[in-house]
């Protein structure tokens, strides 16, 4: 997107008249908040501007000042500032509701009601249902929607993507589809009716009181992480968080699914973190890694990072700017019994971010395993380190910032989005689907 583009599209729409709500934030509140937003991310981030440019980055706050003139209700002053969330092209950076969980939780059980749909957005922008809120059946699955409420599907996702957070559109479309109906709430208010123009039609029905499924999955460990033969002499291993509180009970159960592999006499792994959005390096390393890596390894390069207080190493001070190179080394353990010697494929997809592509940069970089899937999501130069203490003091929104950014480990700069060695789409209402398509490859079939 051009500058001038982008800078439109940050304060144009603003224009229009928002959904009122209670006015409950003075200007000079406001303003203050947006002080408090911009010193929190200059103290943290050491190169705010890295994805936008420095003339961006600072055009986006003068816009924000000039939304931020009158009374305001919280919802509305989320608003003036999200629109600064495409120009930090960041996941890990940006203005959020701080427990938007918790808030819709209650928003539902006082009768609130939201968007009927769980939706996918495609490749051409297009909004598609895929099932009722919650993940339950429904017959317009599959179906495009042109309007809602009147207004072109276009217009609304154009206008609820400026407030997104994330990497790049592409990415920022990702987070949207899962969290359409709270994006749609905030951005146009309560809405109980909704009618929608499918295939020419116009379709009335209610909005839904359902819980949504990114907030209803169940999180259980049996459904983070899985494991199963496939025919063949596959392993499919399926590894959706790098964050778990039990980290024996994850190294407990990949030592299970490796133990499996090697009684079967697997020749071919799978490791699927399609829906893997982080957590700690250590999960992949000792967990997966440990039987798979055949040279030393690291999970970086070069580095970027701000001294924050409580994090200054020997030499540092509270502010300071410092630059880097990762030289801690991991050594592989090729003679460990359960070693893995198979062919091996990580899964990666419009979700994998934070150490889930540290770990994807890993073992493409090393040649531990051959990346698969769809990319162009997200970057490769991960920032990381995040802060998210940072409440705003009157509306009590939250900044997100992070603290370093980190150079994938074999420095290459290029490309800047993930890229995998074998391209294959996915498909939203088959999940299986890039899994049979693999299997079919000839870098998998061998032929």
Excluded: C
């Excluded at 899985?226 to 959706?240: E, S």
């Excluded at 299970?256 to 959005?277: P, S």
């Excluded at 540290?358 to 997200?378: E, I, P």
């Excluded at 990381?384 to 003091?393: D, E, N, R, T």
């Amino acid at each position: 997107m051009k500058i001038h583009h982008l800078l439109f599209a940050l304060g144009v729409w603003y224009a229009a008249p928002l959904h009122a709500g209670t006015a409950s934030f003075s200007p000079a509140q406001l303003q203050q908040d947006l002080q408090f937003l911009r010193q929190a991310i200059e103290n943290t981030h050491p190169d705010p501007a890295l994805r936008s440019g420095r003339a961006v980055y600072e055009q986006a706050f003068k816009a924000a000042q000039a939304r931020l003139q009158q009374p305001l209700s919280r919802d509305e002053a989320w608003r003036a500032l999200a629109a600064m969330n495409p120009v930090f092209s960041d996941a890990h950076m940006g203005v959020v509701f701080p427990d938007w969980r918790s808030e819709t939780r209650a928003y539902l059980a006082a009768g609130g009601r939201l968007f009927p749909f769980e939706v996918a957005i495609d490749g051409l922008g297009r909004l598609v249902i895929t099932a009722a809120l919650g993940g339950g059946a429904s017959a317009l699955a599959g179906r495009q929607v042109d309007s809602i409420n009147g207004v072109p599907a276009a217009r609304v996702l154009a206008e609820l993507g400026a407030l997104v957070h994330g990497d790049t559109p592409a990415f920022r479309n990702k987070i949207l589809e899962r969290r359409l109906w709270l994006y749609y709430w905030k951005r146009y208010g309560a809405v109980g009716q909704f009618t929608l123009g499918i295939g020419g039609k116009s379709l009335s029905m209610p909005a839904a009181s359902a819980t949504p499924a990114v907030m209803a999955r169940d999180t259980s460990f049996e459904q983070t992480f899985q494991f199963r033969l496939l025919p063949g002499g596959v392993g499919l291993l399926t590894v959706n968080d790098f964050s778990w509180p039990d980290k024996k009970l994850f190294y407990a159960f990949t030592e299970r699914a490796f133990t499996t592999l090697r009684e079967a006499g697997a020749q071919t792994l799978l490791i699927d973190v399609r829906e893997n959005t982080g957590g700690d390096d250590d999960m992949w390393k000792t967990g997966i890694l440990r039987y798979i890596a055949d040279k030393p390894y690291r999970n970086g390069s070069s580095y970027i990072k701000k001294v924050i207080a409580g994090r200054a190493g020997p030499g540092e001070k509270v502010g300071d700017v410092v630059t880097g190179q990762v030289d801690s080394w991991v050594q592989p353990e090729p003679a460990h019994p359960l070693h893995f010697n198979g062919k091996v494929f990580v899964l990666v997809g419009d979700m994998t971010y934070s150490s889930a592509i540290l770990f994807s940069n890993t073992v493409q970089d090393h040649g531990f395993a051959k990346l698969v899937g769809a990319g162009g999501y997200a970057y490769v130069r991960q920032t990381g380190g995040i802060q998210k203490q940072h409440l705003l003091p009157h509306t009590g929104l939250e900044v997100v910032v992070p603290r370093f950014v980190l150079d994938r480990p074999s420095g290459k700069r290029e490309p800047a989005l993930v890229q995998p060695d074998i391209v294959l789409a996915d498909d939203p209402f088959d999940r299986q689907a890039l899994v049979n398509a693999l299997l079919k490859h000839p870098a998998a079939t061998g032929n």
